[in-house]
């Protein structure tokens, strides 16, 4: 499996399971303190490199029903221009393309080189001529002012140092009435739980340990307040939970490695690995359904508003 590398063994027929490589220095990303903004995105960028080639690869659908649901309320028109920020690997870019058509465009911004290597081969590998997919910085998208008609952040605000000066920088790139469209995450049921179990395994660095990104928009006043500093308006949130299905344990972490998670699976020490693992996996048997497979509900917000018709 490309972009696992050295950080799978096989252990059994057909299963795999993470080992803890030494630590990129990217991945301080989830240490306790982070020096400068430039460093936490090379941090975040590394991670999603590294994860890139595996990326919804790995196990069940996750990112892409979400990413359908946020395009789904955005609610984008043919011949539109579209600009999809930390686009990753294009859970809400490809159904933006598909929404504008062939007269419309849909650009694709992402960080990580790798992401954005493999995003341009799969629209192409789809005949999708009307995307473009480039390296760039979802914090501060190097695009013509008001040139886009829809701008979608797919569970990407959480990551941004600076949200409050994200969200300007998403209302510069859109014309006068365009629209945003945002997701971040209510809630993660068992996933959380499994996600705070490793934690307890990895070193502190002095600090309280790492707080989880997508903690900042937990709830929706938290996003509206945000939103109603960059100039946007007519702001609505609807929640919808979504249902994951594992076919074991074993799935479930490999799926871990492959997204954002990825951070903290590269801090776990090589000494605790095995002990971690047995503890997520115990966590991970609450979610086991009637039929043997492990169901993992995520509750996720889809946020949108607009800029007003003319500046105020």
Not at 43 to 49: D, E, L, S, Y
Not at 117 to 135: H, P
Not at 233 to 238: L, P
Not at 267 to 276: F, S, Y
Request: with cysteine; glycine share 12%.
């Amino acid at each position: 499996m490309a972009g696992l590398g050295r950080a799978i063994t096989r252990m059994g027929p057909g299963v795999r399971r993470w080992q803890s490589p030494s630590p990129p220095a990217e991945t301080a990303c989830h240490a306790a303190i982070m020096t400068t903004p430039q460093d936490a995105k090379a941090a975040i960028a590394g991670i999603f490199g590294r994860s890139a080639a595996d990326y919804e690869q790995i196990g069940p659908e996750f990112f892409a029903p979400m990413g359908r649901e946020l395009v789904r309320r955005a609610a984008p028109r043919a011949g539109e221009r579209a600009l999809d920020v930390g686009c990753g690997r294009g859970h809400c870019l490809f159904p933006l393309a598909e929404a504008v058509g062939p007269q419309g465009e849909a650009l694709g911004l992402d960080l990580a080189p790798a992401m954005v290597e493999a995003t341009a081969a799969q629209a192409r590998a789809r005949g999708l001529s009307q995307v473009k997919v480039r390296i760039g910085d979802a914090a501060d998208p190097e695009v013509e002012p008001g040139s886009f008609d829809l701008v979608t952040a797919g569970f990407v605000i959480f990551f941004l140092p600076d949200p409050a000066a994200g969200v300007a920088a998403w209302a510069r790139a859109l014309r006068p009435g365009g629209r945003l469209a945002i997701s971040t995450f209510v809630a993660q049921g068992v996933h959380e739980q499994v996600m705070k179990t490793i934690g307890r395994f990895i070193p502190r660095d002095g600090g309280d340990g790492p707080k989880r990104r997508v903690e900042r928009f937990r709830s929706a006043e938290a996003l509206t307040a945000v939103l109603v500093e960059g100039g946007f308006t007519g702001i609505e949130h609807r929640n919808v939970t979504f249902r994951t299905r594992f076919t074991g344990p074993d799935q479930w972490w490999r799926w871990i490695g492959s997204h954002g998670g990825r951070a903290a699976l590269e801090r776990l020490p090589a000494d605790r690995l095995e002990e971690a693992r047995a503890a997520a996996y115990e966590v991970m048997e609450t979610a086991r359904a009637s039929d043997g497979a492990l169901v993992l509900h995520t509750e996720a917000r889809f946020t949108t508003a607009r800029l007003p018709q003319s500046p105020s």
